[in-house]
C-alpha cells in the first residue's frame, strides 16, 4: 500500500475515534522498505479475530459515511440560509414572485382580519355602554317599586288594624280569668239564624285530598292579604306539606306559588292561619303549635292540658280530630275534651303569640255526637252529620252566658263528606271540605 494512502487510512481512523496513532518506517528481514502504524483501541482490552477486525473496520466506515452525508446536508442548509439573510439584508427580494404574491395576500387577509376585530370591539364596547344604561335604568325602576311596595304594604297593615278595630269593637271579647263573661259591644253579631248553600272553589286531584282543611287569615299582615289562601290534604301518615297561593285565581286552578314543608307533622283538619301563623296540632299528641309563615320556623308550642288525642274524643266522622282549633272575631280557640269532662266539649281561648290557655268553658255537648263545630262572635255552633245532604246546626252553646240551645238551621253536605268547617270572621263565610271538594257558605246573623 503507498505511503500516502497509509498516512490518509492513519488520519481516517484517528478521526473516527482513535485516541493515539504511530507510524513507522524500517527494512524488513529480506531489506524492503517497510511502513507500519498502530492504532490504540478505545474500548477492547484485546485484539480480536481477523473477521471480526473487518466488521469493525466496515462498521467503522458505515459510521464516517454517515457522518459525511449529514454535514453535507448541514452546509448546504447553512449556505441556504446565509444567502436568505444576504438577500434580506441587502432588500432584494426573499424569493420568486410566487412567493411574494403569497406574503402579500397572507398580509392583506391579516389586515382585514384585525380590521373585523377591531369592528368587533366597538360593537362590544357599544352594547355594553347600553346594558349599562339599562341597568341604571332597572335600578332606577326597581328603587320606585319597592317605594310602591312600602307604601302598599303600610296601607295595608293599616286597613287590616282598622278592619280588626272594627270587628273587635262589633263582637264580644273574652277575658283572662275564667270567672269573665266576655263582654263588649255586641253589635253586628247575633245568633246564627241561616247558612246559604255550597258554592265550590275547587276539588282535590287526588286520594290525599279526599278531607283536609283550607284557610285565608282574618288578621293578614304583609307579606300576605286577606286573599292569600292555604290548603294541606290530610290523608296520610306523615303530613307535612302546606300549599299557598297568593291569589284566588291560583286557588281555584291548582297552581300554588309556594310549598311550605313544617318541621313536624300535623294531625288530621283542625289547623287555622291567623296573624301570619299557622296554629296546628302535632301528629299523635296533645300538643298545639304555631308555625310562621313568613320565616318558616316554630314560634311557640303548648300541651293542650288533658285534652284528648289520637282517636280519643274525634268528632263523629272520625279522623283524629280530637282538638280542632278556631278563630272568630275574638281571637284564638281550641275545641276538644277530656277525661275530667267525660267525652264533653271544652273550649279554651289561646294566646296567639305564647299559646298559653286564656280561658276555658267546658259544655254541655257530648263531641262524639256531633259532626264538627265552629265559633262565631264567641258562640259554638255543633252541626249534627258529616255525611247527610239535610243536616242542620244543631246546637250552640254562648260562652258569654255559659248556656247552651238547640238549633234547627239547615246545612248542606253537598258531596256527603264535611271533614272540616270553619269560620271566617273577616269574609263572615263559613270554608268546609266536603269528600275532595273545597266549599264556601253564606251566613245570616240576627240582630241583637
Known amino acids: 500500500m503507498p505511503a500516502v494512502q497509509l498516512l490518509l487510512l492513519a488520519c481516517l481512523v ?4 482513535a485516541r493515539t496513532a504511530q507510524f513507522q518506517k524500517a527494512n524488513d528481514r529480506s531489506g524492503r522498505c517497510q511502513y507500519t502504524f498502530s492504532v490504540a483501541s478505545p474500548s477492547e482490552s484485546s485484539c480480536p479475530e481477523q473477521g471480526q477486525a473487518m466488521s469493525a473496520i466496515q462498521e467503522l466506515q458505515r459510521d464516517s459515511s454517515e457522518q459525511r452525508a449529514t454535514l453535507e446536508s448541514t452546509n448546504a442548509r447553512l449556505n441556504s440560509l446565509e444567502a436568505l439573510l444576504r438577500r434580506l439584508t441587502s432588500g432584494q427580494p426573499a424569493g420568486p414572485l410566487e412567493t411574494q404574491l403569497g406574503l402579500q395576500r397572507e398580509l392583506e387577509a391579516l389586515r382585514r382580519e384585525r380590521e373585523q376585530l377591531e369592528t368587533q370591539t366597538r360593537e362590544l364596547e357599544s352594547a355594553f355602554s347600553k346594558l349599562v344604561r339599562d341597568k341604571s335604568t332597572l335600578e332606577e325602576e326597581k328603587r320606585r317599586l319597592q317605594a310602591e311596595n312600602e307604601n302598599l304594604a303600610r296601607r295595608l297593615e293599616s286597613s287590616s288594624q282598622e278592619v280588626a278595630s272594627l270587628r273587635r269593637g262589633q263582637c264580644p271579647q273574652a277575658h283572662s280569668s275564667s270567672q269573665d263573661v266576655p263582654s263588649g259591644s255586641r253589635e253586628g253579631c247575633g245568633e246564627l239564624v241561616w247558612v246559604g248553600e255550597p258554592v265550590t272553589l275547587r276539588t282535590a286531584e287526588t286520594i290525599t285530598g279526599k278531607y283536609g282543611v283550607w284557610m285565608r287569615d282574618p288578621q293578614a299582615a304583609f307579606p300576605y292579604t286577606p286573599e292569600t289562601t292555604w290548603r294541606i290534604d290530610t290523608v296520610g301518615t306523615d303530613i307535612r ?16 306559588s309556594k310549598v ?15 296573624r301570619g301563623s299557622l296554629y296546628f296540632q302535632a301528629a299523635e299528641s296533645r300538643t298545639v303549635l304555631r308555625y310562621d309563615l313568613r320565616t318558616e320556623a316554630l314560634k311557640a308550642e303548648k300541651e293542650i292540658p288533658g285534652a284528648g288525642y289520637h282517636g280519643q274524643f274525634p268528632y ?27 267525652g264533653a266539649i271544652v273550649l279554651s281561648k289561646l294566646n296567639p303569640e305564647t299559646l298559653e290557655l286564656e280561658q276555658t268553658w267546658e259544655t254541655n255537648i257530648r263531641k262524639q255526637s256531633v259532626a264538627n263545630a265552629f265559633i262565631i262572635c264567641g258562640t259554638l255552633y255543633t252541626v249534627s252529620s258529616y255525611s247527610s245532604p239535610d243536616a242542620t246546626v244543631n246546637l250552640a252553646y ?13 246545612f248542606k253536605n253537598r258531596y256527603k263528606y264535611s271533614s272540616m268547617i270553619d269560620y271566617n270572621p273577616l269574609e263572615r263565610k263559613l ?18
Open 431 to 448: 270554608f268546609a271540605w266536603d269528600n275532595f271538594n273545597m266549599v264556601t257558605y253564606d251566613i245570616k246573623l240576627s240582630r241583637m
Open 14 to 17: 484517528g478521526g473516527v475515534g
Open 260 to 274: 311550605h314543608v313544617l318541621p313536624r307533622p300535623l294531625e288530621s283538619t283542625g289547623a287555622v292561619v291567623y
Open 241 to 256: 306539606q302546606v300549599f299557598e297561593y297568593d291569589l284566588t285565581r291560583q286557588f281555584t286552578q291548582g297552581y300554588p
Open 316 to 342: 263523629s266522622w272520625g279522623g283524629y280530630t280530637d282538638i280542632d282549633l278556631a278563630v272568630d272575631e275574638t281571637g284564638l280557640w281550641v275545641i276538644y275534651s277530656t277525661e275530667a269532662a267525660k
Open 398 to 410: 254562648d260562652t258569654g252566658t255559659g248556656s247552651s240551645k238547640a238549633l234547627t238551621v239547615p
